[in-house]
């Protein structure tokens, strides 16, 4: 129901026109897009991460689309440039891709190539060195292959049907929620450890398969096009670490590693999850006393001249694998959608 209303609501202002009427009040200098997958659509009915990925048919008329529209297409380095400087003579998109999965590499990256698009790629470096834990694909793949889960929830121990691809949905939602609502991050990736445990579920084969290694990476990194951003070590929800020492290092050590593996030192950052129950002011402090030209978030939101005063609390605008519209994401690009969910006023940091 949630996800028609959306579609629903960003049909009805392509269709209308109004993002059009729109666009010079709300669209700011421009917008930064995030993107985790680019792959073929899987057949499998149970797909609960499938916000993250988009197909490479639809990225490339997406890049069709940006070449074709009256904005420029411009790296992190120059959005930094930009706000900066307080001038822009030109609406900008700026392309984001946080993780590194392999696909990136075989489908979005020739595409990007053909296109000559630049792009961020924020990287968590446990990925590439193979200790990493995807634990929304691990959850995944043990609903996926379960007919019943059990597990201990806020000291009840609670038992899971998951026979049918609905209850799949509904107990992956229910867990995904239970898991985020956590403390803190270890408590959510034991319980993920001991869940891949009981039910086969090899959570670092997940990394291997679907992350980048550092030869690719190197390859990537090589490419003036790519601009490779810092992502933490271990994919944290910073916000939930309970020392301002403990999110300095995931940034910092991220940032060594990747300068001492690639020879490119990291000037960006993306926030793992990036929400305000991932990453707030505390963060967006720490992020600017280390030095990171800009920071972004997944705070939906396109960039504003007053962005300069928070270069490392940047929103961004997905681009989700639920909404693979070429109308929807006129929409977005435009501010109209994001502008009126705030009253015509941009969110703060």
């Given amino acids: 129901m949630k996800k028609t209303i959306i579609r629903t609501g960003l049909e009805t202002l392509y269709f209308s026109g109004l993002h059009q009427l729109m666009e010079p009040l709300v669209g700011g200098f421009g917008v930064i897009l995030s993107m985790h997958h ?21 990225f490339e008329g997406l890049l069709q ?12 380095e120059e959005v930094h440039r930009r706000l900066l400087s307080g001038t822009s003579r030109r609406r900008f998109v700026c392309l984001t891709i946080d993780d590194g999965y392999h696909d990136i590499l075989q489908f979005a990256y020739p595409l990007l190539r053909k296109y000559q698009v630049p792009f961020a790629l924020y990287i968590p470096t446990s990925f590439p060195d193979r200790h990493g834990e995807i634990w929304w694909t691990a959850l995944e793949a043990v609903i996926g292959k379960s007919l019943r889960i059990s597990l201990t929830m806020d000291g009840k121990d609670q038992v899971f049907d998951c026979d049918t691809d609905r209850a799949k949905r509904y107990v992956f939602k229910k867990v995904y929620a239970w898991l985020r609502s956590l403390k803190s991050e270890e408590q959510l990736r034991q319980v993920i450890r001991d869940l891949a445990a009981r039910h086969n579920v090899d959570i670092a084969a997940i990394c291997a ?5 550092w030869q690719e990476l190197r390859q990537l990194s090589a490419d ?33 590693i990747l300068e001492a593996s690639l020879g490119v030192r990291p000037q960006h950052l993306s926030y793992p999850l990036g929400d305000p129950t991932s990453a707030g002011p505390r963060e967006f402090r720490i992020a600017a006393e280390l030095g990171f030209k800009t920071a972004v978030t997944t705070r939906p939101g396109v960039i504003f001249k007053d962005h300069r005063e928070s270069l490392t609390a940047l929103p961004r605008i997905p681009v989700n694998g639920e909404f693979q519209s070429q109308r929807s994401l006129k929409v977005l690009i435009s501010g109209t959608a994001t502008a009126m969910r705030d009253s015509i006023r941009r969110a703060s940091a």
């Fill in 224 to 256: 003036p096009l790519c601009t490779i951003g810092a992502h933490t070590v271990n994919h944290v929800m910073l916000k939930k670490l309970d020392s301002d020492d403990a999110v300095r290092v995931e940034m910092q050590k991220s940032r060594d």
């Fill in 209 to 213: 398969e679907n992350c980048m290694d």
């Fill in 65 to 76: 689309e940006l070449r074709r529209s009256r904005r420029d297409l411009i790296s992190i």
């Fill in 38 to 58: 680019v792959r073929p659509r899987r057949t499998a009915r149970f797909q609960p991460n499938r916000m993250l990925e988009i197909t490479p048919a639809f």
